[in-house]
């Protein structure tokens, strides 16, 4: 009864992170669009796009790592364990170099166009 149980979650899990990734991809296709409509003869913010979808995997990659623990803790195998490990590290360094270029970009958006910058990401 307990693997049914770990399997319906790491299977839920796993639904979200694919979720969070399509969610993500439409949210970022409405922003470029929209960027791109505003823009004309001016840069593309190409930087707010990419940052955009990147935020949306890194929460992608966090429903995908409590997949992985999950799956770790009832059947802790080799292969399982690696897995969550090259998650964990793709996921750490992802979101290390996600919120230092948000912050970045969010300073800078601030700067130029206090009007239009975006709201703060948690």
Not at 7 to 18: D, I, Y
Not at 67 to 94: E, Y
């Amino acid at each position: 009864m307990l693997a049914q149980a770990v399997g319906a979650l790491q299977f839920s899990l796993e639904t979200l992170s694919v979720v969070c990734v399509l969610v993500g991809l439409v949210q970022t296709l409405r922003l470029a669009f929209s960027q791109r409509r505003r823009s004309r003869g001016a840069d593309f913010p190409f930087a707010r796009v990419r940052l955009r979808f990147g935020s949306w995997l890194s929460l992608a990659l966090e429903f995908q790592l409590g997949a992985d623990i999950v799956a770790t803790t009832t059947a802790p195998s080799d292969s399982n364990l690696i897995r969550l490990a090259v998650v964990a590290a793709i996921r750490t360094f992802l979101n290390i170099f996600l919120a230092r270029e948000m912050e970045q970009q969010q300073r800078l958006e601030e700067r130029s166009h206090p009007e239009t910058a975006l709201p703060p990401l948690p």
